[in-house]
């Protein structure tokens, strides 16, 4: 090949790199200009507010009174990554009725979820400090410390000072009502709790006499009456907490259930369960002697969904678990009355350790 025929091959090859390049670019901007699907959040991405929630919070704010209000605002920012807005609106609503536990509860919880617990008791301990005659703020306080205690991971040190830090709230709880039954529950748990990582042998029989002398005065105390509500209370979808660190010995825990009855309120049809789930019957609670049977009434859409529930009769340590338990019940759409307006039931649960 001679030296003519090189260059013009070169100069050949030249012209198409570049051809090639300027047909690649402009595809390049063709492509560009076509449009794009929306990408996916990023994790931990705040979602912009939807037109109803910025209604919601403006309602919100102007009636700093209205719990569901503030509750299903704080649920939506939550469920979009607001937790400072969510944040902020628990806790403007617990500062506008200092003397609601459920309130100080909600905002606790929130932090609980974020793994801020210091965070949690700090802010139960500041309002309960406000309140200084509120038994069941102070009370409040006693069960996250207890709840805490399931932590397998925590250290003897921390576990010490969580049962001290308990006590001392539920001995606050007893000193502004001295016949507070839940807060004597509380105490008798965490003392025995104190006493099973208690070196000391004298020291750990003392722990379970006074556990035992506290529960004796919980089962014969005169607040055991049972407890009424005419609100009811929505069952909202808050983001489920992590789950608990396996507890030692806890595969060996024969779980006791309370048994359930349920029919409809008002002489109306009683729809069909097609989803049962059993209250649990606390270990603890069972060995304290506390029995007896919990009434709660439930609103089930036309999906057969659990909506709403309100307690009737309650019972210390006992209506949890009901309330849990009955708001997982589902039932067959055909067999309520109306869909357009939810069929109210009666649950019953009864709880009594086997002779």
Same mark, same amino acid.
């Given at each position: 090949?001679?030296?003519?025929?090189?260059?013009?091959?070169?100069?050949?090859?030249?012209?198409?790199?570049?051809?090639?390049?300027?047909?690649?670019?402009?595809?390049?901007?063709?492509?560009?200009?076509?449009?794009?699907?929306?990408?996916?959040?990023?994790?931990?991405?705040?979602?912009?507010?939807?037109?109803?929630?910025?209604?919601?919070?403006?309602?919100?704010?102007?009636?700093?009174?209205?719990?569901?209000?503030?509750?299903?605002?704080?649920?939506?920012?939550?469920?979009?990554?607001?937790?400072?807005?969510?944040?902020?609106?628990?806790?403007?609503?617990?500062?506008?009725?200092?003397?609601?536990?459920?309130?100080?509860?909600?905002?606790?919880?929130?932090?609980?979820?974020?793994?801020?617990?210091?965070?949690?008791?700090?802010?139960?301990?500041?309002?309960?400090?406000?309140?200084?005659?509120?038994?069941?703020?102070?009370?409040?306080?006693?069960?996250?410390?207890?709840? @805490?205690?399931?932590?397998?991971?925590?250290?003897?040190?921390?576990?010490?000072?969580?049962?001290?830090?308990?006590?001392?709230?539920?001995?606050?709880?007893?000193?502004?009502?001295?016949?507070?039954?839940?807060?004597?529950?509380? @105490?008798?748990?965490?003392?025995?709790?104190?006493?099973?990582?208690?070196?000391?042998?004298?020291r750990r029989g003392a722990l379970i006499q006074q556990a035992d002398v506290v529960r004796s005065r919980a089962a014969t105390s005169g607040s055991t009456a049972t407890a009424t509500s005419s609100e009811w209370e929505s069952v909202t979808a808050y983001p489920a907490p992590p789950p608990p660190p396996p507890v030692t010995g806890a595969a060996d825990i024969e779980w006791v259930y309370g048994e359930t009855s349920f029919a409809a309120a008002d002489g109306m049809s009683t729809p069909k369960k097609v989803k049962d789930v059993r209250p649990v019957y606390p270990p603890m609670v069972m060995r304290l002697g506390i029995q007896g049977r919990v009434v709660v009434e439930a609103a089930i859409d036309g999906r057969g969904v659990v909506v709403a529930t309100r307690v009737v009769e309650s019972i210390p340590w006992l209506t949890q678990p009901t309330i849990h338990a009955v708001r997982q019940w589902r039932f067959d759409p055909a067999t309520i009355p109306s869909a357009a307006a939810p069929v109210v039931i009666r649950a019953e649960a009864r709880f009594f350790a086997e002779k």
């Open positions: 090949m001679t030296p003519r025929t090189l260059s013009i091959s070169s100069a050949a090859i030249a012209v198409g790199i570049a051809a090639a390049s300027l047909i690649s670019l402009r595809t390049a901007d063709a492509v560009s200009a076509l449009p794009q699907p929306p990408r996916d959040p990023r994790p931990n991405q705040t979602r912009p507010a939807t037109a109803a929630e910025k209604q919601l919070e403006a309602n919100v704010r102007s009636t700093p009174q209205d719990w569901r209000g503030a509750q299903e605002l704080a649920r939506l920012q939550e469920s979009r990554g607001a937790l400072a807005e969510a944040e902020a609106t628990l806790r403007r609503s617990a500062e506008a009725a200092p003397s609601e536990t459920t309130r100080w509860q909600a905002l606790a919880a929130l932090y609980n979820r974020r793994g801020q617990f210091e965070r949690a008791v700090e802010t139960l301990e500041d309002a309960a400090e406000r309140e200084a005659s509120n038994a069941p703020l102070h009370h409040l306080v006693a069960t996250f410390y207890f709840a @805490k205690l399931s932590d397998a991971a925590l250290r003897r040190h921390d576990r010490m000072s969580y049962i001290a830090r308990g006590l001392a709230a539920e001995d606050r709880a007893l000193a502004a009502d001295p016949d507070f039954r839940d807060a004597m529950v509380y @105490k008798s748990l965490l003392l025995r709790a104190e006493a099973q990582i208690e070196s000391d042998a004298v």
